[in-house]
């Protein structure tokens, strides 16, 4: 209280000094400016703002004034805000070379990267003789993936000042990215040699000589880094990787000990631990290790698959049966969680789930076997494989560059595609605000019950289920030149998870009637949920976080991206057969999105709105997109209307994230 009152006592004087004192306005304007420097410097960034609101009220010409109110939004994470203030900067100085630059930085972590580098060239432009822009504009380039384009700036930077080791630690992470790991060498050699007491270079170094199996350079590297800064986890991290490639399981654990010190959420180091406990005999604390890891990525498939082996090696064989059937739940074709639960299940005298477990087993790695080759099923081959490496720990080093941190609010959630289903609870009325006589007409020609498009999970029981998928089956043997059988089995195949049998069923059914848009609606959707495990086996993002020049820091969140091009053909398929379906462009948007092509996902979006106008979930997922770009305005809009359609989550995003506006 007395320091509020202090402030408006401090805030008052100055008012009467700039109101009372005419001949010395000039002086108290600048008063008002160094104050609000001064704030800023001391990280004071309201007590600057409230400063500089008096200084602008005064003089609204004042464009130093909106540039430091700029800088103090900025660090207050209001980058909207920080971008207006920046552009009333320029308008009243359009030759303000700082407010461009400071502008792009801003734009740039926004991720309108496009408006960014305009920025930068207009600062270049005014003054090509100041390096910083050259530098920030680097960043963005390595940001936005134009590796050529940031070693040109970072060159070009160099020519002013080549005392700043960060900058070829940048140009260095370039070359890794471009596969020239000679030149990634020679930048990180000039790093250290710029600045030998910064861990950065020693770290990046330590990496690539561990890609090439030199090891005992890599472990001098990461041992000098951590000399260099104790708390640097990065290098503890690395340099346990390397312990256990080395056989040195107990080195490793106390450098995962010291990550967890630093960071007690990093899922990843858990899991690695737990493994190397494991290793060693040291089961119970392994046990509490993927007890850690269940609860921070409670849907990894592996964490519950590791466990299971665990909790039978403590002769916890119920609670192991337990964590199988988790991982089949997640993964209906894993066949090594099914071999795993048949074994216990014998153990156990459950000779009739045993048997079923082995034989069902046994089907899938036959199946596995005979169609490796086809593309379709390239993805499993890919889950083993990748499978075996996490536990070998045999990682594309290459992505350790990238610091690993916790996701900060990157995931968005879409509502998911549509797709034929069964739903006898509501039948056709389910969604009959998109109705469509083209669709209604091919639910009555497949004369299926409960045959409904949704974006919904169905309400029929797993029994149920699994009867009519024996009726299908035995339908299908007395009709097999017959695409609505093959497709209707399609579709309980799917809804009881077995992914593979959905889409071969769909695959007959395309066979017989190819010109048919909904079959590869559905075959799309499955195809995608298969890659969606994949990608939940690394459901962790991690951060680039990259130190700029003046304003704080920049972030980027990588994730890592899968392939949807099978699943994306098919909808391209449906869209070419049907150019009016606007459910295939707004599936085609979900899995532009999961891509990382967030433009065409909006593209997608906005062509199913204007085929549907009020398709909620459309301005729903739109409206995400946007705000996950930082395009807030637009995308609270979107949310806004699909809550006014009737998406009752809408109005929790809006209380989640009303900050961002």
């Known amino acids: 209280m007395y320091k509020k009152l202090r402030f408006l006592i401090f805030v008052l004087l100055i008012i009467i000094c700039f109101t009372g004192y005419k001949g010395k306005s000039q002086y108290n304007k600048n008063y008002f400016y160094y104050m609000g420097r001064s704030f800023i410097i001391d990280n004071k960034y309201r007590d600057a703002i409230e400063t500089l609101n008096i200084l602008l009220r005064f003089d609204p010409k004042a464009y130093e004034g909106y540039f430091l109110r700029g800088v103090a939004k900025y660090n207050l994470n209001d ?8 552009s009333l900067a320029i308008d009243n100085n359009p030759v303000y070379t700082m407010a ?83 030149s990634a060498f020679e930048c990180f050699d000039q790093a250290i040699r710029t600045n030998r007491y910064s861990p950065d270079g020693y770290n990046r170094r330590g990496v690539l000589h561990m890609i090439q199996n030199h090891y005992e350079e890599a472990l001098a590297d990461f041992d000098k880094a951590i000399q260099n800064d104790s708390d640097y986890v990065m290098s503890y991290f690395n340099r346990a990787l390397l312990f256990s490639n080395n056989q040195r399981p107990l080195d490793a654990i106390d450098d995962f000990n010291k990550v967890l010190e630093l960071d007690s959420t990093s899922s990843v180091t858990y899991f690695n631990r737990a493994i190397l ?6 089961y119970n604390n392994a046990l509490e290790d993927y007890n ?15 466990r299971a082996a665990l909790l039978y090696q403590l002769g916890y064989l119920e609670d192991a049966i337990e964590d199988y059937t988790r991982s089949i739940e997640l993964y209906p074709d894993f066949a090594n969680a099914y071999l795993g639960r048949s074994s216990l299940r014998y153990m156990l ?41 996490l536990i070998s720990f045999d990682y594309d080093f290459s992505n350790e560059f990238e610091t690993a941190l916790r996701s900060n609010n990157a995931d968005i959630t879409l509502l998911p595609q549509f797709k034929f289903i ?18 209604n007409d091919f639910i009555e020609e497949m004369g299926l019950p409960g045959l409904v498009l949704t974006n919904r999970e169905s309400d029929m029981d797993i029994d149920s289920l699994l009867a009519g998928d024996s009726d299908m089956l035995r339908e299908l043997s007395s009709a097999q030149d017959d695409w609505k059988i093959s497709f209707s089995k399609g579709i309980t195949q799917y809804l009881i998870k077995q992914y593979t049998n959905s889409i071969n069923s769909y695959n007959q059914a395309i066979e017989q009637e190819p010109a048919n848009p909904y079959l590869y609606i559905n075959r799309s959707a499955t195809r995608s949920e298969m890659i969606d495990f994949i990608s939940s086996i690394e459901s962790n993002f991690k951060n680039i976080t990259l130190d700029t020049d003046p304003v704080n820091r920049l972030h980027i969140n990588k994730t890592i991206v899968y392939s949807y091009d099978e699943a994306l053909s098919d909808l391209n398929k449906a869209i070419k057969l049907m150019p ?82």
């Not at 980058?79 to 920046?86: I, V």
């Not at 910083?132 to 000042?161: C, H, W």
């Not at 379709?376 to 083993?384: C, E």
Request: hydrophobic share 30%; proline share 3%.
């Open 349 to 389: 005298r459950d000779f009739t789930g045993a048997k079923s477990d082995q034989e069902f087993a046994e089907l899938k790695i036959a199946e596995y076997r005979s169609k490796l080759n086809d593309s379709t099923f390239s993805i499993y081959a890919d889950t083993s494989r990748h499978f075996n490496r």
């Open 422 to 439: 069964i739903n006898y609870a509501d039948g056709q009325d389910l969604d009959k605000k998109y109705y469509s006589e083209k669709i």
């Open 580 to 661: 009016d379906l606007a459910y295939a462009y707004y599936n085609r948007g979900n899995l532009q999105c999961l891509s990382g092509k967030m433009p065409e996902a909006i593209e997608d979006y906005t062509k199913a709105i204007e085929l549907f106008p009020d398709f909620a979930e459309a301005y729903y997922n739109r409206g995400l997109v946007q705000i996950y770009l930082k395009d807030s305005k637009k995308g609270f809009l979107d949310i806004n209307k699909a809550g006014e359609l009737g998406i009752d989550h809408a109005y929790d995003i809006m209380r989640e994230y009303g900050s961002l506006r």
């Open 79 to 86: 980058l909207h805000g920080a971008e207006y203030d920046f």
């Open 292 to 306: 850690n890891v269940a609860l921070l990525n409670p849907n990894n498939v592996l964490v519950y698959y590791n």
């Open 100 to 182: 461009y630059h400071y502008r792009a930085i801003t734009r740039s972590r926004m991720g309108n990267y496009d408006d960014a580098l305009n920025d930068f060239r207009e600062a270049i432009d005014l003054r090509p003789d100041l390096p910083g822009p050259y530098y920030s504009r680097g960043v963005t380039f390595l940001m936005n993936r134009q590796f050529d384009k940031a070693i040109d700036d970072f060159d070009e930077f160099l020519k002013f000042d080549p005392k700043v080791s960060e900058v070829y630690s940048y140009k260095g992470t370039c070359y890794i990215y471009l596969k020239d790991t000679v």
């Open 277 to 282: 406990r494991t290793q060693i005999g040291d």
